[in-house]
């Protein structure tokens, strides 16, 4: 056979010719996770209604009234984590017909002020949100600023903080509110009257559910207790009564914000966000009757919807500012509410780092709750692979008066990050007892579950706080029953 001719060595790996690359695409921004949840939710629609999604992203926004809250604002406070909401609402009634008037007691010239000031602020993770009420009476003092419709310049002096929207308008209440709590605000939302009887109308009325009878002549409200749907305008009484009870502004800043969770609770249900029909016109009724800053849109909607979901009054995560002097005089404004300076400062600290409102809660402070903890029964269960926090939970919650059954167990989910409070419906009242002891924690109804609370411990738990029944002769006998409201 003739010799086979040699092989040619072959090529080195590394000598082979590379092939060209291809010029980088440009680096986009990453879209933030309101983006890709809103991106998420509305393929489904897209799915589901044959392109009618895509009209749907493209369109809701344009439909906000835009204002500029933040034109010419320097020496801001630094930005923290999380996201900040002002939520304003004014007393603004130019559409509402005069027989609306009459039947929701809304006569008399509207004095152009806020009738409503809340921070929103929704935590970096958007699990969790902290709701501050600002009383309209508050003793403020205002930045030195110019008149947006004159020009004239004036210098800061003192005024009740609603009368800051009257003089200058959504900006100089920003400014009044940045320079008080030192708290950067991000997003402004602004609603009127006239706004929020068309929001509540359009999503069907709003469910609240009350204890006790809520009667106030001067806004009409008249509620027996139980369940009730409210419409617009009995939804605009529920929110401005003043005069049901002796705690006067806190009772009803306590209904406005009950009411605002069980409003952003039902714009963004799950039977209104996957029906695109229905999705577009509600969101666009909503976000078409709100004055807001350019940057606040349907993401941060559904942001704070999210962050809102189990927001309850009994929990910690919503607050008064603390007040120091009722009835504090001031020559040419008339009587006011001077904020504790101490107190308030640790409230807004919170904020501005993104913790919850009870991280600097003196542990001595006992709550008033409804339903005394004696008359609870508790399970307490392990939510976490931590060792030992069970039984930690469970010695805390009996130190404090409440009747666990000292036999802690393991939860079948080992990853809950926020403590959670199961409930039976029937058990309503008992539920916010235990959950005002539980900074933070989550209120999750459970039909059938009985008399017996159960409390799954997450990583977030830190402490018990100590409660203690309005009334100090209830809960002596121990026993347990159902709750007389039923809230389902």
């Not at 409503?116 to 993770?125: A, G, K, L, N, R």
């Not at 709701?131 to 110019?146: G, I, M």
């Not at 009887?197 to 999503?203: A, Q």
């Not at 030992?388 to 409440?402: E, I, K």
Request: proline share 8%; charged share 25%.
């Amino acid at each position: 056979m003739p010799p086979k001719p040699p092989r040619s060595p072959a090529p080195h790996p590394q000598r082979r010719p590379r092939p060209a690359r291809a010029p980088r695409p440009p680096v986009r921004r990453r879209k933030p996770r309101w983006a890709m949840r809103a991106v998420t939710t509305l393929s489904v629609v897209v799915l589901a209604s044959a392109g009618i999604g895509h009209a749907v992203v493209t369109s809701l926004d344009a439909d906000i009234t835009r204002v500029d809250p933040f034109k010419d604002m320097k020496n801001r406070p630094r930005a923290g984590h999380g996201m900040n909401v002002l939520l304003v609402g004014t007393d603004g009634r130019d559409t509402i017909s005069r027989a609306e008037r009459r039947t929701y007691r809304l006569g008399g010239a509207p004095c152009h002020c806020t009738d409503t000031i809340m921070i929103v602020h929704i935590s970096e993770d958007r699990e969790r949100a902290s709701v501050v009420s600002l009383p309209r009476d508050s003793y403020a003092v205002t930045p030195p600023h110019t008149d947006q419709i004159t020009g004239k310049q004036h210098r800061g002096h003192p005024i009740k903080i609603n009368a800051a929207y009257a003089e200058g308008g959504p900006n100089l209440t920003v400014r009044t509110v940045e320079k008080m709590t030192r708290v950067k605000i991000d997003h402004y939302l602004e609603v009127d009257f006239t706004s929020f009887m068309k929001t509540v109308d359009v999503l069907g009325g709003v469910k609240i559910c009350t204890a006790d009878p809520l009667k106030d002549t001067y806004t009409g409200l008249d509620l027996p207790p139980g369940t009730h749907t409210l419409r617009g305008g009995q939804a605009l009484q529920y929110v401005r009564a003043r005069h049901v009870d002796s705690a006067s502004d806190l009772g009803r800043m306590q209904r406005q914000q009950r009411f605002l969770a069980a409003l952003i609770e039902r714009a963004t249900s799950s039977g209104i966000l996957l029906n695109p029909l229905k999705f577009r016109d509600v969101t666009r009724a909503v976000l078409g009757s709100v004055r807001a800053d350019k940057g606040f849109g349907t993401g941060e909607l559904l942001d704070l919807g999210r962050a809102m979901r189990n927001f309850s009054p009994s929990s910690s995560e919503f607050t008064t500012v603390p007040i120091e002097r009722m009835g504090y005089a001031v020559k040419g404004v008339g009587s006011t509410l001077k904020w504790d300076p101490q107190k308030s400062e640790r409230l807004f600290h919170s904020l501005r780092e993104d913790q919850p409102l009870s991280v600097h809660r003196p542990r001595s402070e006992v709550v008033r709750v409804a339903v005394a903890p004696q008359q609870i029964r508790v399970q307490v269960e392990n939510g976490t692979p931590t060792a030992g926090l069970g039984r930690r939970v469970d010695a805390a919650l009996a130190a404090t008066g409440f009747r666990t059954t000292r036999q802690p167990v393991t939860s079948a989910d080992r990853s809950v990050r926020r403590t959670v409070v199961a409930h039976d419906p029937r058990w309503d009242r008992s539920a916010r007892s235990l959950a005002a002891a539980l900074p933070g924690s989550e209120l999750r109804p459970v039909k059938g579950l009985g008399a017996t609370l159960k409390v799954i411990a997450g990583t977030d738990f830190t402490q018990v706080r100590r409660v203690r029944a309005e009334d100090p002769a209830q809960g002596e006998s121990g026993v347990v029953r159902g709750d007389e409201v039923l809230c389902s």
